[in-house]
């Protein structure tokens, strides 16, 4: 499923259009050419807070059909739009979807002008993953787990990098492909380039796995705040549910306190000094935090708690930073047996390429790309 530029060998008669159009501005993001090309869209694939996103295909001249790509459409002349374009044709990342081609056309619905953002396509998202082995009442297999985990890590090992906060990282918002084992973050919708000492909005990321600094209103965030996203990520796939749930903002907090403890008072005031919400400041159980994690994440074995608890962390200065991710023992494995097996497979598969750095990635990692990357591939 997914897309490249290359012609497509599906036989287009025997796909249920949607809808077609021709569009007069396809910019190829990769060598910046401008054509006229025919779209046919053929399945709507998913519905945001910034617009919609179906799978088409796409040609030239109604012989080489490119795709199937999954196009998002926003309206134009928006502050996400333009933002989420911009940040999408400089990516480029193994573990990042790729942009392949963007163009602007008016809507018969409305009369009015969408960007269309044409996108690779993999077959699933992570959340339907998770979904899927909850629904069975199984469980992920914990190799599945590091795979995800160490993919999503290493997509933001560049992000970071760059500046660029996703801040809206949650199953749904990452791509896979379960027989590859491949994994993309998508959805740059809420994405923005951070900048030192400029106010950011706090109400930002989906509840379920925004950070506690942004629960309490803080607006001098960093990166981090996608740490702790990707934290809940690694905690759903071994719960097969969201770890933390509030029904409400503010009970976000609560929730958070049931499995870390109360937040400090110092973490309360340095995220926002004029914070008056509740403070949970009261121990909402008894025994140490680490027994929690025990309790809830015990067949992720010693390193995944270990993981866990210092990613999960009120403080965004101490929660571990991509690489010091990467280089955690929890993905030894990963190094050790190359391979695992895609669900209902018999047979072991390859894993993708996870130490094919590059020399910006390298650069990032410094001293741990050692403790990264196996000995037998440096």
Not at 128 to 135: G, N, W
Not at 210 to 216: D, F, G, M, N, Q
Not at 257 to 265: E, Q, S
Request: glycine share 6%; proline share 6%.
């Amino acid at each position: 499923m997914s897309a490249t530029g290359s012609t497509s060998s599906i036989n287009h008669n025997n796909v249920e259009k949607t809808n077609e159009f021709i569009a007069d501005d396809v910019t190829s993001n990769r060598s910046n050419t401008v054509r006229r090309m025919l779209i046919q869209e053929y399945r709507k694939i998913g519905r945001g807070a910034f617009g919609t996103v179906v799978q088409a295909y796409i040609t030239p001249n109604k012989e080489d059909w490119y795709g199937p790509f999954a196009i998002k459409k926003v309206p134009a002349q928006t502050e996400y739009k333009s933002r989420e374009l911009e940040i999408l044709r400089i990516t480029n990342h193994p573990n990042i979807v790729k942009l392949e081609y963007f163009f602007t056309h008016v809507s018969p619905q409305d009369h009015k002008v969408y960007q269309h953002l044409a996108m690779e396509c993999l077959p699933e998202t992570l959340q339907i993953e998770i979904s899927r082995y909850a629904h069975n009442k199984m469980e992920l297999a914990l190799k599945h787990v590091k795979l995800y985990s160490y993919q999503i890590a290493r997509g933001m090992l560049y992000l970071h990098a760059l500046g660029i906060c996703h801040r809206d990282i949650k199953p749904s918002n990452i791509l896979v492909d379960p027989n590859t084992g491949v994994l993309k973050i998508c959805d740059f919708g809420s994405a923005k380039r951070l900048e030192i000492n400029q106010p950011s909005i706090s109400y930002i990321c989906s509840r379920f796995y925004r950070a506690p600094e942004l629960i309490l209103g803080c607006t001098q965030y960093t990166t981090q705040v996608d740490i702790w996203g990707l934290g809940c990520v690694i905690g759903e796939m071994l719960l097969g549910k969201a770890i933390f749930q509030g029904q409400e903002p503010l009970l976000q907090l609560r929730e958070i306190a049931k499995l870390l403890g109360p937040p400090d008072k110092k973490f309360i005031f340095f995220s926002n000094p004029g914070y008056d919400g509740p403070l949970y400041s009261k121990p909402l159980f008894s025994g140490t935090s680490q027994s929690r994690f025990e309790k809830y994440f015990g067949h992720a074995g010693v390193e995944g708690i270990d993981l866990l608890m210092k990613v999960l962390v009120y403080e965004p200065e101490i929660r571990l930073s991509p690489r010091r991710i990467l280089a955690h023992p929890f993905f030894d494995d990963l190094k050790k047996e190359q391979y695992f097996f895609p669900r209902e497979s018999t047979q072991p598969v390859h894993l993708p390429p996870l130490f094919d750095f590059s020399e910006y990635e390298l650069q990032i990692l410094g001293e741990f790309a050692n403790k990264i990357i196996p000995q037998n591939e440096e």
